[in-house]
């Protein structure tokens, strides 16, 4: 499987409010340790062999091309000059479903599906293979965190099938979604309809009640910056372990 061939959609059209009282800067573009946020997902998007990136944005969409325009800059490194990167804007605001079913003309047969506001290390070629073998439309990667109040935890059948979201879960440890998605053209033209809608709050759910959704565990490192308290942590985390050549 030539990842090159598979274009990645980035979810990048958020307002996001929770961070809005620090920064009125989309949150993909948030500086963490010298670089926008985003630009540690395409580097690790490009070690991976993908090429085509689309990145999905509403908010303040004129910021992601005036920042990711400059390749060879001190806080874009080279070699994602090698990435073909695309901006593909909503008129108006469309959801995370919206978004997606807005790409689809952009997807051949599948799709990587990522949101720009996290970062999880993984395999990306090991969620595409269990795609295949399932036979799914849609595979989902979850990743296991200390604490799960703040995102909703994961309900795990036998074989890894994804079974239900509980979305006010009591704490402790768990599985979550990770907000990457392995996705076919089958799923973008079925599953979402024309018009706003929300991939997590309605799409999903709904999807997984008519087929059997498997799910690849991711066990590296994750963080999403959606609070000011992850925001700082993501400061003395970054770059990650497999992107120390960054530095």
Same mark, same amino acid.
Request: overall charge negative; glycine content about 10%.
């Given at each position: /499987?030539?990842?090159?061939? %598979? !274009?990645?959609?980035?979810?990048?059209?958020?307002?996001?409010?929770?961070?809005?009282?620090?920064?009125?800067?989309?949150?993909?573009?948030?500086?963490?340790? =010298?670089?926008?946020?985003?630009?540690?997902?395409?580097?690790?998007?490009?070690?991976? =062999?993908?090429?085509? %990136?689309?990145?999905?944005?509403?908010?303040?969409?004129?910021?992601?091309?005036?920042?990711?325009?400059?390749?060879?800059?001190?806080?874009?490194?080279?070699?994602?000059?090698?990435?073909? #990167?695309?901006?593909?804007? $909503?008129?108006?605001?469309?959801?995370?479903?919206?978004?997606?079913?807005?790409?689809?003309?952009?997807?051949?047969?599948?799709?990587?599906? /990522?949101?720009?506001?996290?970062?999880?290390? /993984?395999?990306?070629?090991? +969620?595409?293979?269990?795609?295949?073998?399932?036979?799914?439309?849609?595979?989902?990667?979850?990743?296991?965190?200390?604490?799960?109040?703040?995102?909703?935890?994961?309900?795990?059948?036998?074989?890894?099938?994804? $079974?239900?979201?509980?979305?006010?879960?009591?704490?402790?440890?768990? @599985?979550?979604?990770?907000?990457?998605?392995? /996705?076919?053209?089958?799923?973008? $033209?079925?599953?979402?309809?024309?018009?706003?809608?929300? +991939?997590?709050?309605?799409?999903?759910?709904? @999807? #997984?009640?008519?087929?059997?959704?498997?799910?690849?565990?991711?066990?590296?490192?994750?963080?999403?910056?959606?609070? !000011?308290?992850?925001?700082?942590?993501?400061?003395? $985390?970054? !770059?990650?372990?497999?992107?120390? @050549?960054?530095?």
């Amino acid at each position: /499987m030539e990842l090159s061939r %598979i !274009p990645v959609l980035i979810l990048a059209g958020g307002r996001g409010t929770r961070l809005s009282a620090v920064t009125e800067v989309p949150k993909p573009l948030i500086p963490v340790a =010298g670089r926008p946020f985003v630009t540690y997902l395409l580097a690790d998007l490009h070690q991976q =062999g993908f090429r085509r %990136i689309f990145l999905l944005t509403g908010y303040r969409a004129d910021d992601f091309e005036q920042a990711l325009r400059h390749p060879t800059s001190a806080a874009f490194p080279a070699c994602l000059g090698e990435l073909d #990167i695309r901006f593909l804007v $909503e008129a108006t605001p469309l959801g995370t479903g919206g978004a997606l079913r807005q790409a689809l003309p952009h997807v051949a047969t599948q799709a990587l599906v /990522m949101n720009g506001d996290s970062y999880c290390e /993984m395999d990306y070629l090991g +969620l595409f293979t269990r795609l295949k073998a399932q036979s799914a439309a849609l595979c989902l990667t979850a990743v296991c965190v200390e604490d799960v109040r703040d995102y909703g935890c994961l309900s795990l059948g036998e074989g890894d099938r994804l $079974e239900g979201f509980e979305e006010k879960p009591a704490s402790g440890r768990g @599985w979550i979604n990770a907000g990457i998605y392995g /996705m076919t053209r089958r799923f973008l $033209e079925h599953a979402i309809p024309p018009g706003p809608s929300s +991939l997590e709050r309605e799409i999903l759910p709904d @999807w #997984i009640t008519k087929e059997a959704t498997p799910v690849r565990r991711a066990s590296g490192f994750f963080r999403d910056i959606g609070t !000011p308290e992850r925001l700082q942590q993501a400061e003395v $985390e970054f !770059p990650p372990p497999n992107l120390l @050549w960054l530095e």
